[in-house]
C-alpha cells in the first residue's frame, strides 16, 4: 500500500471510527428516551386505561386530570415543596459556603460533614427520617422519655403538614451540595477586589452583598436550575417518607403520575400528567439555556 493510500486509510478510520463507536449508544438514547416521550405524549390523547389503548381522545385526559381534585393537591404540594426546598436550601448553602470560605481551622472536616448527605440517595435520606420524624420512635418519643410528656411533632401523620417533612428532609439532603457550588464560586472571586474594597473601609458583610455575591450570578442560576428540576421530578423521597400520605396529603406530581399509570389503571390520565411535568421542567430550562446561548453567542 502506498503511503498516500495508508494516509487515506488512516484518515477515514479517524473520521468514521468513533462515530461508528457511539452510533449505538446514540441510537438507544434517542428511541428510549425522546422515542418514548414520544409516545408518552401520544398515550395521553388516547382512551387508554390499565393497558396502552391507540383510540383517539383528543383533549378528553386532560380534561379528567384538571378536574382531579388530588391532581391540584399535587400541585399545590409542589409549589409549597419546591419554594420552601429551594429557597431554604439556597439560603443554608451560601451560608454555610461564607462560613467556610473564612478559611477556618478544620475547613475540611466540616466540609465532609455538609457534604456527606449528597452521598445518600433519597431513598436512604427519606427512610432515616420517617424513623427520625414517626412519633412512635423518633424525635418525639426521646422528648417523652427524657420528660418533656406535652412534646408534639406528629407533622408525618398530619394531613395538613405532611408535606413540610419532604421538605425538611430534602433541605437536609441539598445544602451541602449548595454549599459546594457557591463555596467553588467564592473561591473564584479574585482576591484584589476584595482588598481594595477593603482598603476603601468596607465592612465584610458589605463586600459579600455588594460585590462578591452579585458576581455569583452564574452559580445562582445554575443551582436554581439544578434544584428546579430536582423538585418538580422528586418522587423517590415522597415515597420513602410518606408514601404520600395520609391518604394523598403529601402527593406531588411524580407521585400522583405513579399511581394513575401503574396502581389506579388510568394509563391516559398518568401520561398527561407527565406531560404537564415536562411542560412545566421546559418552562424552566428552555429560557435558561436560551439565554446562556445568546450569552455566548454576543461573546
Do not use: C
Request: charged fraction near 10%; aromatic fraction near 16%; hydrophobic fraction near 55%.
Amino acid at each position: 500500500m502506498s503511503i498516500s493510500a495508508q494516509e487515506a486509510h488512516y484518515g477515514f478510520t479517524e473520521r468514521w471510527l468513533p462515530r461508528l463507536v457511539l452510533a449505538p449508544s446514540f441510537l438507544l438514547t434517542l428511541i428510549f428516551l425522546y422515542g418514548f416521550i414520544i409516545w408518552n405524549g401520544y398515550l395521553s390523547f388516547t382512551t387508554s386505561r390499565l393497558m396502552p389503548n391507540l383510540t383517539w381522545a383528543g383533549l378528553a385526559q386532560y380534561q379528567i386530570l384538571f378536574e382531579n381534585e388530588r391532581w391540584w393537591v399535587a400541585v399545590k404540594n409542589l409549589f409549597i415543596f419546591a419554594s420552601l426546598f429551594i429557597g431554604s436550601g439556597m439560603a443554608i448553602g451560601i451560608g454555610l459556603a461564607i462560613f467556610l470560605d473564612q478559611k477556618i481551622r478544620g475547613e475540611g472536616i466540616l466540609r465532609t460533614i455538609y457534604l456527606y448527605p449528597m452521598a445518600l440517595s433519597f431513598v436512604v435520606t427519606g427512610t432515616a427520617w420517617k424513623w427520625m420524624l414517626n412519633p412512635g420512635l423518633g424525635l418525639e418519643k426521646l422528648m417523652h422519655d427524657w420528660g418533656f410528656i406535652h412534646f408534639t411533632f406528629d407533622w408525618l401523620v398530619n394531613s395538613e403538614m405532611s408535606i413540610y417533612t419532604v421538605v425538611i428532609a430534602g433541605v437536609w439532603q441539598s445544602s451541602g451540595f449548595v454549599m459546594a457550588l457557591f463555596l467553588a464560586g467564592l473561591r473564584g472571586v479574585d482576591d484584589s477586589i476584595i482588598k481594595a474594597a477593603q482598603i476603601d473601609g468596607a465592612y465584610l458583610s458589605r463586600i459579600y452583598w455588594k460585590i462578591i455575591l452579585p458576581a455569583l450570578r452564574p452559580v445562582f442560576f445554575s443551582t436554581l436550575m439544578i434544584l428546579s428540576h430536582i423538585a418538580i421530578k422528586s418522587f423517590d423521597l415522597v415515597m420513602a417518607l410518606t408514601g404520600g400520605g395520609p391518604g394523598f396529603s403529601s402527593d406531588v406530581p411524580a407521585t400522583f403520575m405513579y399511581a394513575m399509570a401503574f396502581t389506579r389503571g388510568q394509563m391516559g390520565v398518568g401520561a398527561a400528567s407527565s406531560m404537564m411535568m415536562l411542560a412545566t421542567v421546559a418552562a424552566l430550562v428552555v429560557p435558561y439555556l436560551y439565554s446562556e446561548l445568546r450569552g455566548k453567542k454576543n461573546g
